[in-house]
């Protein structure tokens, strides 16, 4: 059963343009998220977090948005860059020490 | 600091062969973790130390998993026998313990050890 859900496996967005990547979860319990890029061969690097008294988080191009009563949060960068295609995980966590995976989008910025 | 250090980055070995791979966390992180990652699973925890001490091993699939943390800058995790559907990217993550603002206590992750058993 997995508590973290990144239903959409892979997306494709134009350089400049805003990219989207969303996640849900099932334990009422997290509060705490965080967002993670990974490159092939390499291992995964922190992006950006937020908890949950908060419903929003800006770093640059990366802003990440939750809405804890549908148990959802959104990356949204803008604009996207090549140099953006990766695969993004989200991670959830009740303690903010131990955290649930989703199983990640693969990101294609298109030139 | 060349954060978390994971070795080797490859391994191939035969089924009912022992694998061991280490991990060197950041100095000063209280904190290790283990990860498995599989096309299946995606990336599943299967051991956390705080403090050397082993916090939760729910996530180690069987006995023939082990893991230790013998000192605060060394973590192997152990697979006797191995078998094919060991296969997988390992990583090793560490984290300070003390929250970001949000709270929460970002890990830092290794490159991972890509394990095939034959």
């Known amino acids: 059963d997995q508590q973290v859900k990144q239903n959409s496996p892979s997306l494709s967005v134009q350089e400049g343009r805003i990219s989207i990547l969303n996640c849900d979860y099932t334990n009422s319990m997290f509060d705490y998220f965080l967002w993670y890029k990974k490159y092939p061969a390499e291992g995964p690097t922190f992006l950006i977090s937020?908890?949950?008294?908060?419903d929003k988080n800006e770093d640059g191009r990366f802003t990440v948005f939750l809405n804890k009563s549908a148990k959802h949060l959104s990356l949204h960068i803008v604009p996207s860059q090549p140099g953006d295609s990766a695969v993004y995980f989200c991670?959830?966590?009740?303690?903010?020490?131990?955290?649930?995976f989703g199983p990640g989008t693969r990101l294609s910025v298109l030139p | 600091d060349a954060g978390v250090i994971q070795s080797p980055r490859h391994e191939v070995t035969e089924m009912g062969q022992e694998v061991t791979l280490r991990c060197k966390p950041i100095?000063?992180?209280?904190?290790l973790f283990w990860y498995r990652q599989t096309m299946m699973r995606g990336l599943e925890l299967l051991i956390y130390f705080n403090n050397n001490v082993p916090i939760d091993d729910s996530g180690m699939p069987e006995d023939r998993f082990s893991a230790k943390m013998p000192n605060a800058s060394f973590s192997t995790l152990k697979i006797q026998p191995s078998e094919p559907r060991d296969s997988a990217v390992y990583f090793c993550?560490?984290?300070?313990?003390?929250?970001?603002?949000?709270?929460?206590?970002?890990?830092?992750f290794g490159a991972g050890s890509r394990l095939t058993v034959l």
């Open positions: 993550a560490s984290s300070p313990g003390q929250g970001l603002g949000s709270g929460a206590n970002v890990l830092t």
């Open positions: 937020i908890s949950s008294i908060k």
């Open positions: 100095s000063g992180h209280d904190y």
């Open positions: 991670a959830a966590s009740a303690d903010g020490q131990n955290f649930v």
